[in-house]
């Protein structure tokens, strides 16, 4: 199989735990052929150049995990830029000073850096807070310097953890197909995270319905990531995270290189005892 997983944290993430060295290991154990590394880019209001981030040392190890895993894994040098629109100078300058294969763009932060954990999902005025985060998101979208768009409904991980289960689709369908259309019309792509097979929402971010409604309104290009911030947890979910794709009705995932997509058959990447690669 050749299995990939395209959103990777590694220590050069503020939240990442593990070495590039050790989830590359852990790459190759757990069966994974190529990997993109989306180390975070999270300009706050306090620090909008977000000195933490050091892209340098992200290529470098990139460069040197190259050398050392050849053969083994392909390694993809990517970033994951918290809500550029809201910092696109930082961000335009960040993705202009390094040569990434990949660029994921996610809203983290509301404006005004409100975390969607401080949000309360049990309150009744709940409707207003999800109608502000899909017109966030729709910013997010316009601002279009971007590859993919990580995980769709991020807010549904802060609510399950209320015990609150949050279906956008259902909800607001018409800002979502809205968001939906403009992602297809600048030829972008979006991502099914799968970190929430492993967390209380229990579900891909996006799940069937929103990634479907992606295929249907023409849209292309899917990636499949773990969104691992430990080694042990890279891979996870990615083989249920390519069903979910077929399901939805796509034949193949998309791979990077230089900002390029490349389409690998999902065929292809099931199929088991072969040393092809993409
Ligand atoms: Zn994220
Ligand atoms: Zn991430």
Known sequence: MYLVDYHIHTN????????????????????????????????IKKDPEYKEYDGKACFSDILKARKKFEGLLTIKFGVELGHPHLYPKQSEKIISQYPYDFVLASGHKMPGDMDFSQVDYTDSSLDKFFRLYLSNLKELVLWGKYDCIGHFDLIKRYAALQGVSIDLMLCFPEEVIEILKIIIELGKGIEINTSGLRQKSGACLPDYDIVKKYKDLGGTIITVGSD???????????????????????????????????????EKIKRKNTKETA
């Open 228 to 266: 691992a911030h430990k080694a042990s947890y890279v891979g996870e979910g990615i083989l249920e995270g390519i069903q979910l794709a077929e399901a939805a009705g796509f034949k193949c995932l998309a791979v990077y290189d230089k900002r390029k997509p490349y389409y690998i058959p999902i």
């Open 12 to 43: 050069r993430s503020m939240d990442g735990r593990d070495a590039l060295d050790e989830v590359c290991m852990a790459a190759v154990k757990n069966g994974i052929k190529e990997i993109a590394v989306t180390d975070h880019f999270e300009p």
